[in-house]
């Protein structure tokens, strides 16, 4: 191996073993000052107490226990936050970087206080209600719901963020008795494979959906197949 593969090769090492390091924390830490550049896993009952942080590199925060103090993001960097705990302080981005929260379930949809640009990455198997989406994480830019499973009311909601629908997106929906065209959401953009289930109780009734100028619709059309109606 001449000298340049071999310095090619132990680039590729460093970047490999830079972007995975993790620092675990299971107790109380008052002096944060040295662990963020690191992914960091912050486990239950463990508490991280920050003041003024400045992160200078594209990094992972997983909070299962306690969180307090302010956070910024530097340019160009990003931070990525799986919140299950409390995330006290606020976290600001600058112009050129990004918050981004992700949420796979019921117990990481919590509230982050952001300044800056803030992004949302959905991808649950628990089933979110909508209103709880937005009202949780509707200060978001964007809300991107890839393969999950979304209760939707049978009224529209308005978002303020754009919400992107990618994969396999299946909505829940309470009985829409003789409803036809019905806004559910709008402010969407879509490549999804949308599926809507019935919560109702009638069966000889099934729900189509379709999107139109940003605006997600459904239709409850009369059910087809009498296998399942029978």
Not at 19 to 31: E, I, K, Q
Request: aromatic letters at 10%.
């Amino acid at each position: 191996m001449n000298k340049l593969k071999y310095l090619a090769f132990v680039l590729v090492l460093f970047r490999f073993y830079a972007a995975s390091a993790l620092t675990t924390l299971s107790g109380d830490v008052y002096d944060a000052s040295d662990i963020f550049t690191d992914d960091i896993l912050i486990e239950e009952g463990a508490a991280l107490y920050v003041k003024d942080i400045y992160v200078n590199k594209t990094i992972t925060i997983e909070n299962n226990g306690f969180v307090a103090g302010d956070i910024y993001i530097n340019a160009p960097y990003d931070l990525t936050v799986k919140n299950n705990g409390v995330f006290e302080g606020m976290l600001y981005a600058d112009s050129d970087s990004e918050l981004v929260q992700v949420v796979d379930g019921k117990k990481s949809l919590t509230r982050l206080n952001v300044d800056g640009n803030y992004i949302v990455n959905i991808n649950s198997e628990d089933r979110l209600g909508l209103d709880d989406i937005l009202k949780t994480v509707g200060g978001a830019k964007q809300i991107s719901i890839r393969d999950s499973k979304i209760v939707l009311n049978d009224s529209v909601v308005e978002s303020g963020a754009l919400v992107q629908l990618d994969g396999e997106i299946a909505f829940y929906i309470d009985e829409l008795g003789s409803a036809d065209s019905v806004a559910l959401l709008d402010n969407i953009s879509s490549t999804a494979n949308i599926i809507f289930h019935d919560m109702g109780t009638d069966v000889l009734y099934a729900q189509s959906g379709f999107i139109s100028d940003g605006v997600l619709y459904v239709n409850r059309v009369r059910e087809t197949d009498y296998v399942k109606v029978y």
